[in-house]
C-alpha cells in the first residue's frame, strides 16, 4: 500500500515539474512579421490566468482587405508544444482580438482564409512569430552610476540603465545561468513540499496500521 502510494506521489510530482517547465515557455510575447511582400505586423502578449488558459491580446498594424479574390478573414493559428495540428484561436478582425486556449504553444502564425469555419489551415500563411519570454519580469534590472558635471553622480532610472533587446540579439550566458539558477531552486522546492508530503502519508498510513 506505502508502495504504491509512493509510486504514485513520484508520478505526479515528475508531470506537476514537466507541466510546470512548458507552461513558462507559452507566456510572453510574440511578434508576427509578414512573410510576404506586405507590411503586415501583429503584435500579442500570451498571459496564463489563474484558470490555467491562457489570454492571448493582438493588435495589428497594415491589415489589407479584402486580402485577395473574395478573401476578407486573417485566422491566427497557434503551434502547440507537443507537435500537434495547430491550434485555431480565431479571426484577427480589423486588427484588434483576444484569444483563450488550454494548450501550451510555441508560436502563432497568421493564414489568410476564404472559408469561415476552417478547423485547419487552408491558405496561405502571411505572418508568423516565436513566443519570447518576458525578460523585464524574469530578471533584476540594476542601476547605473554615471558622472554629472564631472562631480555630482546620479543613479539612471531602470529603464535607462537597461537596453530594449532587439529581436537579433541573443540572450547572455550569465541571463541563461541566472536562469537556470532559478529553475533550479524552483524545482527543489516543488521537490521538498512533495518529500513533506510523502513523508505525512507514510506516517499517517504507519499509524493507520496500528
Known amino acids: 500500500m506505502i508502495k504504491s502510494c509512493l509510486k504514485i506521489l513520484l508520478v505526479f510530482l515528475f508531470i506537476f515539474v514537466f507541466s510546470a517547465t512548458k507552461i513558462n515557455a507559452s ?4 511578434e508576427l512579421e509578414s512573410i510576404t511582400s506586405e507590411d503586415y505586423r501583429c503584435y500579442a502578449v500570451s498571459i496564463q490566468m489563474m484558470d490555467w488558459k491562457y489570454n492571448i491580446l493582438v493588435t495589428c498594424r497594415n491589415l489589407i482587405y479584402p486580402a485577395g479574390d473574395n478573401i476578407f478573414r486573417y485566422v491566427a493559428w497557434a503551434d502547440p508544444l507537443e507537435g500537434n495540428k495547430p491550434i485555431k484561436l480565431g479571426e484577427l478582425g480589423l486588427g484588434r482580438a483576444s484569444f483563450n486556449t488550454k494548450t501550451p504553444f510555441s508560436s502563432i502564425f497568421v493564414t489568410t482564409e476564404v472559408n469561415q469555419r476552417a478547423q485547419e489551415p487552408e491558405g496561405p500563411t502571411v505572418m508568423m512569430g516565436n ?12 542601476g ?11 543613479e539612471k532610472t531602470p529603464t535607462q540603465a537597461v537596453k530594449t533587446p532587439t529581436p537579433n540579439q541573443q540572450p547572455s550566458r550569465s541571463l541563461d545561468s541566472n536562469r537556470l539558477v532559478t529553475g533550479l531552486r524552483r524545482a527543489g522546492i516543488v521537490i521538498g513540499i512533495s518529500l513533506i508530503v510523502i513523508v505525512g502519508i507514510i506516517f499517517v498510513l504507519t499509524q493507520m496500521r496500528r
Do not use: C, K, S, Y
Open 27 to 30: 507566456e510572453g510575447t510574440i
Open 131 to 142: 513566443v519570447e519570454r518576458i525578460n523585464f519580469l524574469d530578471e533584476p534590472r540594476p
Open 144 to 154: 547605473e552610476i554615471i558622472d554629472v558635471g564631472g562631480e555630482e553622480e546620479q
